[in-house]
């Protein structure tokens, strides 16, 4: 080893400079497409091939650039976009360290095609590696094309930690995504092998621009944001609280036009939705942040994704307070007209008047003379297996029903230890000489069987069945597909598409029917004969979630599919039958596996008769 310190030959340093900004193909796209930006483009093409690492082309509609300067463009640190050190208190622009050609083209086969509106004939470089640029002119038209091929070609070993096609496409067409959603006045077009996957319009509206990546059906999912706190404005699209996501990929922030990553900004609009989210939810978000220039400093890392904010409390406030605001004003109830007020007050009179007056019992009965609670008047020839029917209600009936249902379950179960409760839970597997109370809120049936009343929740009985059914016939190669009478089309992000092509053949294999139907988008012709046909969006989302969360195993990932079609099963809310209840708890007694749903929720909660008399303080 030689340990003078000498200075690095050219070609060596460029190519190490290369490293910081040319990490992959995406980091390319990025660079190019926000040099056309700078330059005023209206329109931009992008074309990739096997993922950007044989061929990456944007080409764009800008002011080209000069022909005694395209020689340059790819010299180190040359740029149009400053040239005093005050500068880089005030960058405007998306480019501005001048790195991104040079290091290009030290570790490609670079093309630059362009001309200016007021040159009669363009200008072509083409320059690969360590040989020297050639230039020669030609007829071209206005604004300029960049052509990068074989990236890496002469750095093998980079080239060989590159991912594969298909990842290396997600992360292209993820970068052009967010570039679209900061750019909505420009339209862009996006190829990939020969295909478009994106165009947008470039008509202004980040609606539509949010439409060209992820399709028409997210437009009614969306509401507006737009409020201004001083010198600071946040505006942009947030998903209804009805519509999340269980991923913050679907988060996306922009500052002054520049696409940003931050924990930060994140966690502020979470604040805004509040209670409004469910646990492990996130929303989907494109706000842009303006402020000036002089209060945020963007020189930070090679890439430009983080930022520092230089009073980034109050940004963190005003995206806070803008999402909150945005969430209220659609959540408010609709505002009455004088006129309509009126109308309503006099009919909700006239409905009182006419109402009969309500019965009040002369005497409160007393509780402690009553035999049974929530229990079918007893018949002559009761059958063993006794199903109440809506014919057959309750003998005695005190209070407020629900409310008092619940609080006496609430304090009859915290009674049950762990030890006795997994007891319990084992022994809904084996009831045998057991009756059928009835179904109770069209969501939970009951059992008495010996000194023990169990609730058993019949979604989660029927998704662990459906789960063991399904995990059976995949294992046989059985499994059942049910046609849709209208097939399910849905446009997906990049990588969310990607992860559903790649486990096409086990999604076959399990009953899922689908196809490419264009850019993106996905057809569902059928689903698995247990998943309820009206729940084909959440199903999807639930699969995505699964698959990404689970590691790269296949067995793994067939039961984590299977666990979330299982979710679509019966739902709580569905009246059962006389037979279905009798079927349903036929199964559960058979059942070989864990008296848990596929996700860990208990199927039953066991009640034991001295539980209730303690309830009720007979016993101590």
Known sequence: MNHRIAVLDEAVYKRIAAGEVVVNPAAVVKELMENSMDAGATAIT????????????????????????????????????????????????????????SSIAAVSRLTIQTRTADSTEGTVLFIS??????????????????????????IPARMK???????????VTSVVSKLIFANPHISIKYISNGKVIYHSPGDGSLQNAIIAVYGKDIAHKLTEADHAFGEIRVHGLLSQPTFLYKSTNYLCFFLNGRYVQS???????????????????????????????????????????????????????????????????NSAPPVLSLTEAKTSVGKKAERMESAPPVQFPEKIPDLRSAKKIYAPKPHAA??????????????VFYGNGTQDF???????????????????????RRLLDYRIIGQVWNTYVIVECADCLYLIDQHAAHERINFERMKKAAAEGSSASQGLLISYVTTLP????????????????????????????????????????STAEKLVEEILFELRNTRDDILLIRDAVIRASCRYSIKAGYQLSDEQIEELIREITELEAIPNCPHGRPIAVALKKSDLQKGFKRIV
């Open 46 to 101: 992008v074309e990739i091939a096997q993922g950007g690492k044989e061929l990456i082309r944007v080409t764009d509609n800008g002011v080209g650039i000069i022909a005694e300067d395209v020689p340059l463009a790819i010299q180190k640190h040359a740029t149009s976009k400053i040239s005093t050190l005050d500068d880089l208190d005030k960058i405007g622009t998306l480019g501005f360290r001048g790195e991104a050609l």
């Open 129 to 154: 590696g360590e040989q020297g640029p050639e230039v020669s002119s030609a007829g071209l038209a206005e604004g300029t094309t960049v052509k990068v091929e074989n990236l890496f070609y002469n």
């Open 161 to 171: 930690f590159l991912k594969n096609t298909a990842r290396e496409t997600v992360n």
């Open 263 to 329: 924990k930060n900004l994140q966690s502020a609009v979470l604040r805004g939705y509040g209670e409004r989210l469910l646990r492990g939810h996130y929303p989907f978000s494109v706000l842009h942040i303006d402020l000036p220039l002089n209060r945020a400093d963007i020189n930070v890392h090679p890439g430009k994704l983080q930022v520092m904010l230089y009073d980034e409390t109050d940004v963190l406030d005003a995206i806070e307070k803008t999402v909150r605001s945005a969430l209220e004003i």
């Open 382 to 395: 009761q059958k063993p297996n006794y199903v109440m029917t809506p014919s057959e209600p309750p003998s």
């Open 406 to 428: 619940e609080e006496l379950i609430d304090s009859v179960v915290k009674y049950n230890a762990p030890k006795e409760e997994q007891e319990m839970l084992e022994d809904v």
């Open 494 to 533: 990049a990588e969310d598409f990607s992860l559903l092509v790649k486990n096409a053949e086990l999604l076959q294999s399990l009953g899922f029917e689908m196809e490419e139907f264009g850019p993106l988008t996905l057809k569902f012709n059928a689903f698995p004969v247990q998943v309820e046909k």
